[in-house]
């Protein structure tokens, strides 16, 4: 199952359409807390992370998610990347970063071979 969080309701219900054409089953969030819950009661492999989320910020929701689920897949995106967000999300663990907007065939392909490689 693939989390979706961002505090966007149409980005989550987007991404939400995409992912279940792509053969993914999703929940989506729209804090870190509700995504929090959802993680709890859920087995999670992927995570879809905005990086400006109302309540936390996607690194460290990331952290926690990973904290609970050491394998989980982490894939950022955010409207307000820079060259230093990117390098910081790599070495955080994600295995992805995506500038919003941003291709949805390539966010899939990401979390495709991300998939098949964990």
């Known amino acids: 199952m693939i989390l979706v969080v961002d505090d966007q309701e149409s980005m989550c219900w987007i991404l939400s359409k995409v992912l279940q054409e792509a053969g993914f089953s999703v929940k989506t969030a729209g804090t870190a807390e509700e995504a929090l819950s959802i993680a709890t009661n859920n087995k999670i492999s992927?995570?879809?992370?905005?990086y400006r989320l109302p309540d936390k910020n996607g690194f460290d929701l990331f952290l926690e998610l990973r904290n609970r689920n050491p394998k989980i897949l982490g894939v950022l995106i955010t409207?307000?990347?820079?060259?230093?967000?990117?390098?910081?999300a790599l070495q955080l663990g994600f295995h992805a970063y995506f500038d919003k907007p941003f291709q949805n065939h390539a966010l899939t392909a990401a979390l495709q071979a991300g998939l098949k490689n964990s």
């Open 46 to 50: 992927a995570s879809i992370i905005d």
């Open 79 to 88: 409207s307000y990347g820079s060259k230093e967000l990117r390098e910081k």
